[in-house]
């Protein structure tokens, strides 16, 4: 039978070293097969799970689609288990609303689940609500993949058949696509121009017209015949197809349509406008569900543009922008800044160890513990993006941190006259328990991250998951592949090492400067805590937001006109601010230029601007934003918002600060948000302009129908609805069925009837004495102003404001500031209510501040348990807020925000600095266990464990400094957790080299050492 002391992990690598091989080679394996089976995306899934209800009623003004479709339909959405928010818009003739569920709601059940809410509120909408649609995506959203059609031999009509039969449908079988939004379409239809002159000398009127060409697409069925051996089945059909049959069908005493109207094919009325670098083209735009994958998505995109390039040689396909492009740069320059960081960290190993031979030994735990973390990354349900890649950088320094220490350690011992095998097995012991210390330590300041519920924890989790699994991977490399390897190795003796000289020195510096310090503890003390709080005093001036500003290659331009303008006048705005960006063009900082005239409304202009190449261009995009804001803001009429998207996609259609305000009464609340913008503007000199979303300017004739006169008259009310419609934008009176396609029929006046809006007064409807009356007789014409758009928040009426957020100041006090002035100034009755960016910040402040406390809780609880002593877990733990004010000061210096990046690196600082005063306060409790006095033992563990501490400090720091000088895509993201972790361990360094032996001096003599309670147990056993 074997002693005990042969048991344990260091005694099993140096008898069995193949086993031990064999299992890091099992780990290493495991993380190649799972390579496979792990999905790369650009974040972790944090996607809200959200749906859109649409739904379509011709004719309906925005205040009746209010109230008998909208509150309706929100009201059923609203029963839906794990809704967040609702928020809702209603237009002339459509309504929208968009839900949004909790975190952790699966999307396909929500989705069926308002489906049957919302079908058993149908029945109680107008009978002229039609489309009622259910999305599984916010259908506003910014499109993953935009690509534009055109051709040079096809009508628009033509092409827009060939998009819809045979494009779009192909696009929407894609997993994990929404819909399909296409941008400048004109679908054919049949037109039926009235000659209003030739209707009255027939003595007809428009619904005459109308109610024979509802009759056009006659095809009914008329029931079977039925013998003994066979059944024909009769249908009843006089279905009319073509423009001639139209024509000739009989309106009354033989007069054919033909003879009061002209009957033609044609494009529908433009309903927008999409150009491509000035050239009118179809645009498709590739929606993608909550959840799902956009690199993905955009792999299957390109896969298919190329087979229907083969396919339909007389298209022109361009791909305008595609969010998966950013993605994958980012995700490289990740890559790039791995590889550099494995190669800085080995070089580092050589530097300190002098021997190739020697470096190679701590060097194996990075393949072991990288590539093992991906095969943890698939079993946890994680994914490669690009914060479990950066979790992997940052864990390349930490990874050989437990190696260096055991492989410092049993040099030591071999140093002191031990063998190869002893001293691996006696050195690895000695640092057994610090090595699972700081292990523990690092897991646990993730341990409750993984337990918020919002976006910042969803965030953090797969960060902090993949970064404690490879450092808990490292730690059993460390003791158990690096003592069976040191043991095999014959390291060289007496070599000479080309740094040893400068090491020597700094040794030689540390034991002078230590020992002076703890000489003068309490002034080394107050010293410190002056450099501490000088340093946090700097907190209050850093810039506090939810996301740095990203350069992704692609700027967005939105610009809204004055209500009632059309789109042609919409459209020579839009070709101004063309004209502005041709320049950036020409001189290759842009890409292309894709505008949208008209999309949802027709004063509403969106132009995407995709960049060149991060490496292809002299600006970055937030330069290239502010030398075009000033020339797009001054185009007259509709001056336009440059801006660029975040990581998120948060911001609002102008790029900015969304807020809504809530009450009952729609005039109420403008009066409301006047005051409030009015203020706004007022006190934040930064901001110039409060966009208010409710604008009672929408020009509208209402025509008062006298229904007494009517009924006196026989005049019928639907007969003077079918006579309006047709007269202004056209009725549409049924559907032809020719081939596969169904044709509207338009019924419609002709252009130069209806010039003013007196005309309207001019047009006839029949009375029922069967004589023509003109509709001044039964009503008049008023004009007012009205809203084009209302809004619902929360199943509340609502207005929206935006702005944007100015560049000298953060979003946390943009959103204070504006929390005061909504106190001073809204009346009782009105809330305020963020949304967006902006309400997300809110939700994720709170909790990161509770993180903190949270992670430096656990991580001392943790210390405590370990070292079975209060004392030396306050010890470690009183150098942490000297470290993270290392960290603040670090951010000032560098100009850097407090974003969720940096806050992830300040939450992983607190393990790092707590993981270097562990080596250095485990050794000194070890050296007292052995009779040494505080002072004494303090001041040989500093110098015994100078080395190792230098050694895992430097190949941190490197680890970061890829990070820092990281460029390209998603450079911000990378420099703000890079700056954290080596500003922060930087500086900390030398809190943690002089003041964790002051405290520890201070403080350990008020405890007895950790061995005097087990030498009494044993000696009370004996007696026993």
């Known amino acids: 039978m074997q002693s005990p002391t042969m048991q344990d992990l260091p005694s099993m690598a140096i008898r069995r070293p193949v086993l031990i091989v064999v299992l890091n080679l099992l780990i290493i394996i495991a993380g190649i097969a799972a390579i496979a089976g792990v999905e790369v995306r650009e974040l972790p899934d944090v996607d809200t799970p959200r749906i859109t209800v649409s739904a379509s009623f011709p004719g309906g003004s925005p205040e009746t689609v209010d109230t008998e479709v909208t509150s309706k339909l929100e009201g059923a959405v609203a029963r839906v288990s794990g809704v967040k928010t609702i928020r809702a818009q209603s237009e002339e003739g459509s309504a929208r609303i968009v839900v ?7 999307l396909d059940d929500a989705a069926n689940e308002t489906r049957e809410s919302v079908a058993r509120v149908q029945r109680d909408l107008p009978e002229e609500v039609e489309r009622v649609s259910i999305i599984k995506a916010d259908n506003d959203a910014e499109a993953v993949v935009s690509l534009t059609v055109s051709s040079e031999s096809l009508a628009l009509e033509a092409l827009t058949e060939l998009v819809e039969v045979d494009l779009a449908p192909q696009f929407l079988t894609i997993p994990g696509v929404a819909d399909v939004r296409l941008n400048g379409d004109r679908k054919r239809v049949l037109r039926v121009r009235l000659d209003p002159l030739k209707l009255t000398s027939f003595n007809l009127t428009v619904p005459d017209v109308a109610r024979v060409l509802r009759q056009a697409p006659f095809d009914v069925p008329a029931g079977s015949l039925k013998s003994a051996d066979q059944q024909i089945i009769v249908r009843a059909d006089a279905t009319s197809v073509t423009a001639e049959q139209v024509a000739d069908i ?4 033989g007069t054919r349509i033909g003879d009061i109207a002209a009957v033609y094919f044609g494009p529908a009325d433009p309903r927008s406008m999409v150009r491509l670098n000035g050239q009118p083209v179809i645009g498709m735009e590739v929606i993608r569900q909550a959840q799902s994958n956009t690199i993905e998505i955009s792999d299957e995109v390109l896969s298919l543009l190329a087979k229907m390039q083969t396919r339909f040689p007389e298209l022109e396909f361009t791909l305008t922008s595609d969010d998966a492009q950013f993605i994958r740069s980012s995700v490289d320059e990740v890559i790039s800044s791995l590889v550099l960081t494995v190669l800085l960290v080995i070089i580092t190993l050589w530097i300190f160890i002098g021997s190739w031979r020697a470096t190679l030994v701590p060097a194996f735990a990075i393949p072991v513990a990288l590539i093992g973390s991906l095969a943890l990354i698939w079993a946890l349900g994680f994914s490669i993006n690009i914060l479990t890649l950066l979790a992997l950088v940052l864990a390349t320094g930490l990874i050989v941190d437990d190696a260096i220490v055991v492989s410092e350690n049993i040099q030591r011992q071999r140093g002191l006259g031990l063998g190869r095998r002893a001293a691996a097995v006696v050195g690895t012991r000695e640092v057994f328990f610090a090595v699972v210390a700081t292990t523990a330590v690092l897991a646990a300041v993730f341990v409750p991250i993984a337990f918020l519920p919002s976006t910042a924890g969803r965030l953090f ?16 490399v460390a003791l158990s592949l690096v003592p069976a390897l040191t043991s095999k190795l014959k390291l060289k003796q007496g070599g000479k090492h080309p740094f040893a000289k400068i090491g020597h020195w700094l040794a030689n510096v540390y034991t002078k ?3 002076w310090v703890l000489d003068h503890a309490w002034l080394t003390f107050a010293a410190c805590v002056l450099i501490a709080a000088g340093s946090g005093a700097l907190y209050v001036n850093l810039d506090n937001e939810l996301l740095p500003s990203e350069d992704r290659g692609k700027i967005r331009i939105f610009a809204r006109g004055p209500d009632g303008v059309g789109l042609n006048f919409m459209d020579r705005q839009a070709m101004q601010m063309e004209d502005i960006l041709l320049p950036y063009v020409e001189s290759g900082e842009i890409e292309s230029i894709y505008t949208v005239v008209g999309q949802w409304d027709p004063n509403i202009v969106f132009i995407t601007v995709p960049l060149k190449h991060w490496d292809e261009r002299h600006f970055t995009q937030q330069e290239i934003i502010n030398k075009i804001r000033t020339p797009l803001g001054n185009v007259p ?7 660029g998207s975040n990581s998120l996609n948060l911001r609002g259609q102008g790029g900015g600060i969304e807020l809504a305000l809530l009450g009952q009464d729609y005039l109420q609340i403008y009066k409301a948000a006047q005051q409030f913008a009015a203020q706004v503007e007022q006190q934040i000199p930064a901001i110039d302009n409060v966009r208010i979303s409710y604008q009672p300017s929408q020009p509208q004739l209402r025509v008062n129908i006298d229904r007494r006169r009517a009924d006196e008259l026989g005049v019928l009310l639907s007969d003077i609805s079918v006579t309006l419609r047709a007269a202004i934008n056209g009725d549409d009176i049924a559907d032809l069925n020719i081939g596969d396609q169904s044709v509207p029929i338009m019924l419609q006046a002709q252009n130069q009837t209806i010039n003013d809006p007196s005309d309207l007064a001019n047009l006839y409807v029949s009375a029922s004495n069967g004589r023509l009356v003109p509709l001044s007789s039964v009503a ?11 809004e619902r928040h929360a199943q509340r009426r609502a207005i929206e404001l935006d702005m944007e957020l100015p560049e000298d100041m953060s979003i946390a006090e943009l959103v204070s500031q504006l929390r005061d002035i909504a106190e001073q100034t809204l009346p009782s009755g009105i809330s305020l209510a963020f949304k967006g960016e902006a309400l997300t910040f809110e939700e994720t402040s709170n909790e990161v501040f509770i993180t903190y406390i949270l992670a430096f ?3 001392f609880l943790v210390l405590a348990a370990q070292f079975e002593n209060v004392n030396s877990a306050i010890v470690v733990m009183i150098t942490v807020p000297f470290g993270i004010t290392s960290a603040i000061l670090a951010l000032y210096l560098t100009g850097t925000s407090l974003n969720i990046y940096s806050q992830i690196g300040l939450v992983m600082l607190i393990g790092l600095i707590a993981k270097n005063a562990i080596l250095l306060v485990e050794f000194a409790d070890q050296l007292r266990d052995q009779g040494l006095t505080v002072r004494k033992a303090v001041e040989q563990a500093a110098l015994v464990r100078l080395r190792p501490i230098t050694m895992t400090l430097v190949s941190t720091l490197l680890g970061a400094l890829p990070l820092i000088l990281s460029t390209g895509a998603g450079a911000e993201a990378r420099n703000a957790i890079g700056w954290v972790v080596f500003g922060g361990l930087s500086l900390a360094v030398l ?3 002089y003041l964790t032996p002051v405290i520890y001096l201070g403080l350990a003599r008020f405890t007895s050492p950790r061995g005097d309670e087990t030498k009494q147990l044993a000696q009370e056993l004996e007696q026993v």
């Not at 949004?100 to 699966?106: I, L, N, Q």
């Open 991 to 993: 809190f943690t080299l």
């Open 250 to 253: 009989i309106i009354r005493d």
């Open 857 to 859: 809780l656990i991580v």
């Open 461 to 476: 989790r797969e960060f902090g998951g993949v970064l404690a699994g490879a450092v808990i991977i490292s730690s059993f």
């Open 513 to 515: 400067t230590i020992h």
């Open 637 to 643: 009429g509709a001056a336009g918002y440059p801006n």
């Open 780 to 790: 008049t014409i008023s004009e007012e102003g009205v809203a084009a758009e209302l």
């Open 100 to 106: 949004e569920f909790r975190a952790g709601v699966d």
